[in-house]
């Protein structure tokens, strides 16, 4: 009994190693990304790593605080400050990005669902007649196409 214990828990042991196979990864003609087990004919694919990933930390050991400084931050400390404040300028450019797309999308709605419209011009108040409403309509729509994905 003991013997057969032991062998079905190495087959079963052996068999998740077995039944893993190469990933191929390749972007066709058209620039979508395909998944397979074979790799295309006459196209270039690489191979993706199937390998499960590091377990977890436990409880009872310390997460680190900070990735480790990398190659280039060890030999140009000068260049990693320089890299670490352009992706702080861009993280900053794209949270305004996104407050612009909200508030671009807040004032379409306005507009495409209030026909009587009022607007604070230089201190005096005026209603926009249509013509003026869809042209800002038209151009709330370019900008929100042009820059909100």
């Not at 990398?70 to 030999?75: A, C, G, I, K, R």
């Not at 352009?86 to 900053?92: F, I, N, Q, R, Y």
């Not at 999308?105 to 007649?129: C, H, K, M, Y």
Request: glycine content about 4%; overall charge negative; some cysteine.
């Amino acid at each position: 009994m003991r013997h057969m214990i032991l062998t079905g828990s190495l087959m079963l042991a052996l068999s998740a190693t077995a039944m893993a196979s190469q990933v191929y990864k390749w972007v066709d003609e058209n620039g979508v990304t395909h998944f397979g087990a074979q790799p295309p004919q006459g196209q270039q694919a690489t191979t993706i790593n199937t390998a499960a990933p590091p377990p977890r930390p436990t409880p009872s050991e310390p997460a680190p605080s900070e990735p480790a400084p990398s190659v280039e931050e060890l030999l140009d400390p000068e260049q990693a400050a320089i890299d670490k404040k352009v992706k702080e300028d861009v993280a900053k450019q794209e949270a305004e990005r996104k407050k612009y797309c909200e508030t671009a999308r807040t004032n379409l709605a306005q507009l495409e669902n209030n026909p009587r419209l009022r607007l604070d011009d230089g201190g005096e108040v005026r209603r926009i007649d249509e013509n003026e409403r869809q042209e800002r309509i038209a151009d709330l729509k370019k900008s929100i196409t042009e820059n909100c994905q």
